[in-house]
């Protein structure tokens, strides 16, 4: 069955990078159509899409955030790993990663990491 | 950026009601609308992907409609499991929205 799990620290200093890394099983990252994004939520707020890699090493990212992240992958690893630069305490909240099948929704999740930011 | 509004913003309904959510989107969008489930404490879960095709595993009373820039949710009869928030996104030129979220809560 379909698995990820996000992994990371749970709490950085303000203008640190945070790394996150999604382990996933149960797909593979070079079938053709399959993708991983990243998503975040702050406490009590909307869901925040910040970037996508697809099977064929596409990247794309939120507008808004694209100068601070960078998104890859590894293949061999079954993972996937976002760093975001310059940290914020507004960056506060939890990070998902998900799988997305050929465009067609989050269809497969992970339990989210939370991660606070804070001197 | 395609901007996604939801409305409402919360919903007070009763076990057995029908109950609709909306979507709108800033911008055409075609059928690229998906609708997710999220309770309290958890990843949120796909229920419908592109406006109106519904996941498998997920109960036939939910449904999704619309086209361009409105779209709907409809839970055709309230079930107490259903009480969480929903959330639209939207896919549309390699980048992805979310609207705000609607919550549903027990009137």
């Known amino acids: 069955q379909v698995n990820l799990r996000e992994s990371g620290p749970a709490l950085v200093k303000p203008t640190q990078t945070l790394t996150l890394t999604c382990n996933f099983s149960g797909f593979s990252l070079n079938t053709r159509g399959m993708c991983v994004s990243w998503v975040r939520q702050p406490p009590g707020k909307a869901l925040e899409w910040l970037a996508l890699i697809d099977w064929d090493d596409d990247k794309y990212y939120s507008t808004s955030l694209k100068t601070r992240l960078t998104i890859s992958k590894d293949t061999s690893k079954d993972q996937v790993v976002l760093t975001m630069t310059n940290m914020d305490p507004v960056d506060t909240a939890t990070y998902y990663c998900?799988?997305?099948?050929?465009?067609?929704?989050?269809?497969?999740w992970g339990q989210g990491t939370l991660v606070t930011v804070s001197s | 950026d395609i901007q996604m509004t939801q409305s409402p913003s919360t919903l007070s309904a009763s076990v057995g009601d029908r109950v609709s959510i909306t979507c709108r989107a800033s911008e055409s969008i075609s059928s690229w609308l998906a609708w997710y489930q999220q309770k309290p404490g958890k990843a949120p879960r796909l229920l419908i992907y592109q406006a109106f095709r519904l996941q498998t595993g997920v109960p036939s009373r939910f449904s999704g409609s619309g086209s361009e820039t409105e779209f709907t949710l409809t839970i055709s009869s309230l079930q107490p499991d259903d009480f969480a928030t929903y959330h639209c996104?939207?896919?549309?030129?390699?980048?992805?929205?979310f609207g705000q979220g609607t919550k549903v809560e027990i009137k």
């Open positions: 996104q939207q896919y549309s030129r390699y980048s992805w929205t």
């Open positions: 998900a799988r997305v099948d050929d465009y067609s929704g989050f269809d497969y």
